[in-house]
């Protein structure tokens, strides 16, 4: 019987130490040299900016095809110094094993790419959200998954930005669609201090706020100092906006070194 007592504690005592064991194993890596395939067409990519993933797991891929070094595309100068390389396009679609599905972006007709990519979404109807960060990049563009243009929301611009102007953006960066309330956010940005809700439909404007949810300003604040009073302002690059399945949004300010979170009306 003492026998029997003090095992039972023992197995207890090990099936405690073994499920905190578990608790605080952590998650491994392995780089997948593999992944993704080889490009064709002797493509490379430039500068990787964004990456979303689709409702089919399918990897989207926003880079800069004019960040790569001309010894980069020896391949394609005139005439030819090497065999190797291309600029792939800016936009490429990847299937969960690699393999590449679709390229296409760039300037076309109808619309104003940008000159520096900077961010993509897919939205669940397979429509693809684009935005740019150079300096006179004050839009974003929603085409087909197949790169046709559908809609351009503001327009490039060298004009001072303007957190107050809805006619245009100031470099925006992230970008998320709520689909039951076809509504697309944009963190505006490198240039603008302000969360901007647009209709993804028709691309009206429908709100816009600050930090703590005060109408932006665009009042330079001086350099950030951890020690001074909370900056009440966003600070550039605002630089991500997410929208959680409890209905709240979550946006990156950057340089003030912390998250702030809303309701979806701010």
């Given at each position: 019987?003492?026998r029997t007592?003090g095992?039972?504690p023992?197995?207890?005592?090990?099936a405690?130490?073994g499920?905190?064991?578990?608790q605080n194993?952590?998650?491994?890596y392995?780089v997948?040299?593999?992944?993704?395939?080889q490009?064709p067409s002797?493509?490379i990519?430039?500068?990787?900016?964004g990456i979303?993933?689709d409702h089919?797991?399918?990897?989207?891929v926003l880079?800069?095809?004019?960040?790569n070094?001309?010894?980069?595309?020896?391949a394609?100068q005139?005439?030819p110094?090497?065999q190797?390389?291309?600029?792939?396009p800016?936009?490429?679609?990847?299937?969960?094993a690699?393999?590449?599905?679709?390229s296409?972006?760039?300037?076309g007709?109808?619309y104003?790419?940008?000159?520096?990519?900077h961010?993509?979404?897919?939205?669940?109807?397979g429509n693809?959200?684009?935005?740019?960060?150079?300096?006179?990049?004050?839009?974003a563009i929603?085409f087909?998954?197949?790169?046709?243009?559908?809609?351009?929301?503001?327009h490039?611009?060298?004009a001072?930005?303007?957190?107050l102007?809805?006619s245009?953006l100031?470099?925006?960066?992230g970008i998320?669609?709520?689909e039951k309330a076809?509504?697309?956010?944009?963190?505006?940005?490198?240039?603008?201090?302000?969360?901007?809700?647009?209709?993804s439909?028709?691309g009206?404007?429908?709100r816009?706020?600050?930090?703590?949810?005060?109408?932006?300003?665009?009042?330079d604040p001086?350099?950030?100092?951890?020690?001074?009073?909370?900056?009440?302002?966003f600070?550039?690059?605002?630089h991500c906006v997410?929208?959680?399945?409890?209905?709240?949004?979550?946006?990156?300010?950057r340089?003030?070194d912390?998250i702030?979170?809303?309701?979806?009306e701010?």
């Amino acid at each position: 019987m003492p026998r029997t007592l003090g095992f039972a504690p023992l197995i207890v005592a090990l099936a405690i130490c073994g499920s905190a064991r578990a608790q605080n194993r952590q998650p491994s890596y392995k780089v997948d040299a593999d992944w993704p395939k080889q490009l064709p067409s002797n493509w490379i990519m430039g500068q990787v900016s964004g990456i979303a993933v689709d409702h089919e797991d399918h990897i989207w891929v926003l880079q800069r095809p004019e960040s790569n070094a001309k010894d980069d595309l020896a391949a394609a100068q005139s005439p030819p110094v090497s065999q190797c390389c291309f600029a792939a396009p800016p936009v490429l679609e990847f299937d969960s094993a690699g393999n590449m599905t679709k390229s296409w972006g760039g300037p076309g007709s109808g619309y104003d790419w940008p000159t520096s990519e900077h961010s993509i979404f897919v939205d669940a109807g397979g429509n693809v959200w684009i935005t740019g960060n150079g300096p006179a990049d004050r839009e974003a563009i929603k085409f087909t998954s197949d790169g046709k243009f559908i809609m351009q929301i503001g327009h490039p611009s060298k004009a001072p930005v303007n957190s107050l102007d809805t006619s245009m953006l100031g470099r925006p960066a992230g970008i998320e669609v709520d689909e039951k309330a076809h509504e697309l956010y944009i963190a505006d940005g490198y240039g603008n201090r302000r969360v901007i809700v647009f209709d993804s439909e028709t691309g009206k404007f429908k709100r816009m706020w600050g930090a703590y949810g005060s109408m932006p300003n665009d009042t330079d604040p001086g350099p950030y100092d951890p020690g001074a009073a909370i900056d009440k302002q966003f600070r550039t690059p605002l630089h991500c906006v997410h929208l959680s399945s409890d209905g709240l949004v979550y946006v990156c300010d950057r340089v003030n070194d912390r998250i702030q979170v809303f309701t979806k009306e701010g």
